[in-house]
């Protein structure tokens, strides 16, 4: 048995884009490229980067609701990249998926004890219906719904409460893994919080282990035990939380950090402002994919291709200017 949970060596994920008479292939998009990470059992890992970085094809092709094109994934370590059937079906058990928006993820038509009983029924974990109950009124009572909720549809529901419903379906079948795609950027500050507390106290109590996707740093910082910063489909720094947040290494990460709003206007930090928009992943720049941007950028960074190395003590960056 490996120490790790979750093993991703060299993940690529490109889409391809057809045009013309023929409907060939004319391009591809190159969403993620090359990602590599170890995850062990009761950690979260913080994604964060910004829209179109790939970060939810990642968290998809984790759980095999995409299939990457090349690389490997190994859980408990075993390669479940090109499992199909009944066997991918077992995997799919011990990992699931919270959504980013809880209006889109939950079917208006089913009763919110219908959502939860649905994932029992298809796994077949409790084929007697008295059972199966029980597990859908504990599960609505360890997120925090009372009984009597079960009974309602999802328009009845604030984007919170539904969270909380999307979070109790990811349970039902006992997950060992969770990727949550961004579960509360679709929800108002307030409750984000709340949504935030349940999440950390599920995990402790039921040793979860979490790939935590966002773009909100101040998230990711609360809840992840390390973090990686992605950047046009590959990562370009990882370390653990405390020390990422502390040490930041990569421009591009400390460009993110320094647009972190501070609630105290007698503070000023200096902002980093990037220049330009993000380059298109269908033909993204040669040498680091980060240079157009960079404010630290030499001509050298247009023609190397920086590899992920150690920094500090357990700590990457893929940057020759640091």
């Not at 009124?137 to 009845?156: F, M, Q, T």
């Not at 996707?213 to 998230?219: F, S």
């Not at 928009?277 to 033909?283: A, E, R």
């Amino acid at each position: 048995m490996s120490q790790y949970l979750l093993e991703v060596e060299n993940l690529f994920k490109t889409f391809p884009i057809h045009g013309g008479i023929l409907n060939r292939e004319v391009a591809s998009v190159k969403a993620v490229s090359g990602v590599s990470f170890k995850l062990k059992k009761g950690e979260t890992l913080g994604l964060v980067g910004e829209s179109g970085c790939g970060k939810s094809t990642l968290g998809r092709c984790l759980i095999r609701l995409l299939d990457p094109t090349s690389g490997t994934i190994k859980f408990n370590g075993k390669d479940i990249t090109t499992i199909e059937g009944d066997e991918l079906r077992e995997i799919r058990k011990k990992m699931q998926i919270i959504f980013q928006d809880p209006y889109a993820s939950l079917n208006p038509r089913m009763t919110i004890g219908a959502i939860l009983e649905e994932p029992l029924i298809i796994h077949n974990l409790f084929p007697d219906e008295k059972a199966r109950k029980a597990r859908v009124l504990e599960l609505a009572s360890l997120v925090g719904l009372r009984p009597e909720a079960l009974n309602r549809y999802p328009h009845e529901f604030s984007g919170g409460q539904r969270q909380r419903v999307g979070i109790a379906r990811a349970l039902a079948v006992n997950p060992e893994i969770i990727i949550c795609d961004e579960p509360v950027s679709a929800l108002d500050v307030s409750i984000q919080a709340q949504v935030l507390n349940l999440l950390m106290e599920l995990q402790k109590k039921l040793g979860l282990t979490y790939v935590f996707i966002a773009h909100d740093l101040k998230v990711v910082e609360h809840v992840s035990t390390q973090v990686a910063v992605m950047y046009l489909g590959k990562i370009v720094e990882q370390s653990e939380a405390d020390e990422l947040y502390t040490y930041p290494k990569h421009p591009y990460t400390r460009a993110l950090l320094s647009a972190i709003p501070i609630p105290d206007p007698r503070r000023k930090e200096d902002r980093i402002i990037l220049t330009g928009d993000v380059p298109s992943p269908i033909n993204p720049p040669v040498g680091c994919h980060f240079h157009p941007r960079c404010p630290m950028a030499i001509e050298e960074c247009k023609k190397v291709v920086p590899p992920l190395e150690e920094k500090r003590p357990q700590h990457v960056a893929a940057c020759i200017r640091v």
